[in-house]
């Protein structure tokens, strides 16, 4: 993703989980569906970083396509989308080795 600049909002919420996890905060993403253009619902990821004791959504993909909106260190209250959470991983990094859980 960093070399050919291509990537999906999987691989921005993973690379943004990874980096907050090598500054030393705890990560993790969040998989589910987001309202789309048309009303529906489609897959999409986003990156969670834990600050001062509270879970903040940091979203990429998002940003990228509503520039104009804030998308980086929200709650869930302020997220600009309807949103349906269905799997959350944590990342952990043991011994050198990265593990989602």
């Not at 048309?38 to 979203?59: L, N």
């Not at 959470?85 to 043991?94: D, G, I, R």
Request: hydrophobic content about 35%.
């Amino acid at each position: 993703m960093f070399t050919d600049k291509t990537g999906n909002c999987y691989s921005y919420a993973t690379a943004l989980s990874y980096i907050g996890r090598a500054l030393g905060y705890d990560t993790r993403i969040v998989t589910g569906k987001i309202r789309g253009v048309y009303g529906d619902f489609v897959p999409h990821s986003y990156a969670e970083i834990f600050i001062d004791g509270k879970w903040y959504i940091f979203d990429a993909s998002q940003n990228i396509a509503y520039p104009k909106l804030n998308w980086f260190m929200i709650t869930s209250g302020e997220y600009h989308r309807k949103y349906e959470k269905e799997v959350t991983y944590t990342l952990t990094v043991s011994d050198g080795e990265v593990k989602w859980k």
